[in-house]
């Protein structure tokens, strides 16, 4: 069974969030021919670990739906097998019809995906993940700024993660090249793909999930 919800952090944007567990796998199959094209039905079988099927298949529905909310606002109703999701060869999803940008991510339990007019970027993370290895990625700043204002250290890198994605590099390999500042409500990412624009990220809670956006 997957449960659906929606996250409302600005009205530029659309965001569905799949909620799933183990149970679903035996209906896998059955939900994955329900929503996918024949190309991304291959791209599926593709996958070889139950858990990234899972995933997968759930950050699609997500993203498919919040492509047909965000066409559906603008009066234009438009069914599942005739939104595609693909990949470009640095990961980042495309979606057609074209027109809209899109971003993906999941986790144990959560497959999110924010639909926009321009770049967007979303991640999640369980909100109790474990944090001690991520403390080290943290420039002293960074920690300065978590310590200050009361924020997680799995914010910080969330909301690099999110950027990154807005900006279609991902993680690049290397936190370190990111900078974030929290202002007291959200963080600001800077990179020297952005040195002079920086990119705020919301963070928002969502059950037992934290969902950063990043809105360019
Ligand atoms: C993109 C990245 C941040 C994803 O992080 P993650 O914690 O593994 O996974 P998430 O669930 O948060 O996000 C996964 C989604 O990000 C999206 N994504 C992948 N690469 C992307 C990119 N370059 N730009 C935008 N989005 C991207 C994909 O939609 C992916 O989901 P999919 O594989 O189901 O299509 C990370 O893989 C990364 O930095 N990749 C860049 C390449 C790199 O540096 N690799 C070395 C690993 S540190």
Redesign the pocket.
Same mark, same amino acid.
């Given at each position: 069974m997957i449960t659906r919800s929606t996250l409302n952090v600005a009205p530029e944007v659309w965001i569905s969030a799949i909620g799933f567990d183990e149970s679903l796998d035996s209906g896998l199959d059955e939900l994955a021919v329900e929503f996918l094209t024949d190309t991304e039905q291959a791209s599926f079988r593709d996958l070889r670990h139950l858990h990234r099927r899972r995933?997968?298949l759930c950050?699609?529905i997500a993203g498919k739906e919040a492509a047909q909310e965000w066409w559906a606002r603008e009066g234009t109703r438009i069914s599942a097998s005739e939104v595609t999701?693909s990949?470009?060869e640095?990961?980042?999803?495309v979606i057609t019809p074209a027109g809209l940008s899109i971003? /993906? =991510?999941?986790?144990s339990g959560l497959a999110v995906a924010a639909v926009a007019a321009g770049p967007v970027?979303?991640?999640?993370?369980r909100a109790d993940r474990a944090m001690h290895a991520l403390q080290r990625s943290l420039s002293s700043a960074e920690q300065g700024d978590c310590e200050r204002h009361g924020r997680s250290t799995l914010e910080v890198l969330m909301a690099k993660?999110s950027a990154?994605?807005?900006?279609?590099?991902? /993680? =690049?390999?290397?936190p370190r090249r990111f900078s974030a500042e929290f202002d007291g409500s959200d963080w600001w990412i800077q990179t020297e793909h952005n040195a002079a624009r920086p990119l705020r990220v919301r963070i928002r809670n969502h059950g037992m999930h934290l969902i950063a956006i990043c809105l360019q």
């Open positions: 995933e997968w950050a699609r999701i990949s470009l640095s990961g980042a999803p971003s /993906l =991510a999941h986790t970027g979303i991640d999640v993370e993660e990154g994605k807005a900006l279609g590099i991902g /993680l =690049a390999g290397n």
